[in-house]
T-cell receptor, first 115, second 112 residues
Framework: GAGVSQSPSNKVTEKGKDVELRCDPISGHTALYWYRQRLGQGLEFLIYFQGNSAPDKSGLPSDRFSAERTGESVSTLTIQRTQQEDSAVYLC?????????????FGPGTRLTVL | SQELEQSPQSLIVQEGKNLTINCTSSKTLYGLYWYKQKYGEGLIFLMMLQKGGEEKSHEKITAKLDEKKQQSSLHITASQPSHAGIYLCGADNGGSNYKLTFGKGTLLTVNP
């Protein structure tokens, strides 16, 4: 596709439920990033994938958060036992090679609301 | 860790007016990115600056990075309602660090 796509665009869930968010990067981009944007806050880095290298998970806030990526394509971010503080917009980005100065292109985000 | 402060937090201008948004870092900016965010559209990449004193323009938007590489400004000339949105600055920490740190954003409203 022309840009990064994410699904669903909105997700409302009950506290304690698991949710799965999906990201389709730009074709040919080897690097993929997940960020979280909570109300009134800047974007927080969550996780980074680059090719077949081990992902950088240093930004994941707890072990309830996990992410996978299939090769250089789709990625899923899973949040288990959701809490109200998980409510945020989850943004996915991709870039060509994943080095610094490599422009990251963002998807429209998934707005997660935990009731 | 690097922190980015944006000012102002929000801005309301009349169509046709010029405006400036600032982004200040606690550390040297090696790569400074400006994005625009609209609801439901994610972040739209505007410009990237990396050299001290660098200035880039696209249509009516000009971004500058100061010589000390600790402050960037985004200037919009003759603002239009289409410029409305949240402007975010993001920065990497240099070297091979691909992670971006973002400011909290500046909400711009342009009244017709």
């Amino acid at each position: 596709g022309a840009g990064v796509s994410q699904s669903p665009s909105n997700k409302v869930t009950e506290k304690g439920k698991d949710v799965e968010l999906r990201c389709d990067p730009i074709s040919g981009h080897t690097a993929l990033y997940w960020y979280r944007q909570r109300l009134g806050q800047g974007l927080e880095f969550l996780i980074y994938f680059q090719g077949n290298s081990a992902p950088d998970k240093s930004g994941l806030p707890s072990d309830r958060f996990s992410a996978e990526r299939t090769g250089e394509s789709v990625s899923t971010l899973t949040i288990q036992r959701t809490q109200q503080e998980d409510s945020a917009v989850y943004l996915c980005a991709s870039s060509l090679v994943g080095l610094s100065r490599d422009t990251q292109y963002f998807g429209p985000g998934t707005r997660l609301t935990v009731l | 860790s690097q922190e980015l402060e944006q000012s102002p937090q929000s801005l309301i201008v009349q169509e046709g007016k010029n405006l400036t948004i600032n982004c200040t870092s606690s550390k040297t900016l090696y790569g400074l990115y400006w994005y625009k965010q609209k609801y439901g559209e994610g972040l739209i990449f505007l410009m990237m600056l990396q050299k001290g004193g660098e200035e880039k323009s696209h249509e009516k938007i000009t971004a500058k990075l100061d010589e000390k590489k600790q402050q960037s400004s985004l200037h919009i000339t003759a603002s239009q309602p289409s410029h409305a949105g949240i402007y975010l600055c993001g920065a990497d920490n240099g070297g091979s660090n691909y992670k971006l740190t973002f400011g909290k954003g500046t909400l711009l409203t342009v009244n017709p």
